[in-house]
């Protein structure tokens, strides 16, 4: 049974930082990984994915400013938010899917297992 929880998140300034945890249990280093979020109004957006070969992949809106990565001894995913804007405001999920490959999470794939959500909040 996998298990995602996820850690970290909380409210900072505008231009500062916070860096969200993902404890997995139950996936495998097959998985594709990903951190995704939702804001109020808003459809749940993939923000950056890891593959099962360790590719990593980002949506424009983050590039140069988030990095993901993952400690496979700690199964442990990690979304590290740099100048950070109010417009990153949103509810952040974890999430894992056996298909390894991550690509069609921009183009609308469910991944099958989730987190329950972590709140990041951005004041300006």
């Known amino acids: 049974q996998v298990q995602l929880v996820e850690s970290g998140g909380g409210s900072v300034q505008a231009g500062g930082s916070l860096r969200l945890s993902c404890v997995a249990s139950?996936?495998?280093?097959?998985?594709?990984m990903g951190w995704f979020r939702q804001a109020p109004g808003k459809e749940r957006e993939a923000v950056a994915t890891?593959?099962?070969?360790?590719?990593?992949s980002y949506a424009d809106s983050v590039k140069g400013r988030f990095t993901i990565s993952q400690d496979n001894a700690k199964s442990t995913l990690y979304l590290q938010m740099n100048s950070l804007k109010p417009e990153d405001t949103a509810m952040y999920y974890c999430?894992?899917?056996?298909?390894?490959?991550?690509?069609?999470?921009?183009?609308?794939?469910?991944?099958?297992?989730w987190g329950q959500g972590i709140q990041v909040t951005v004041s300006s």
């Open positions: 890891i593959d099962s070969d360790s590719s990593t």
């Open positions: 139950g996936t495998h280093r097959s998985y594709c």
């Open positions: 999430a894992a899917d056996p298909i390894g490959y991550c690509g069609g999470a921009y183009r609308g794939y469910e991944l099958d297992y």
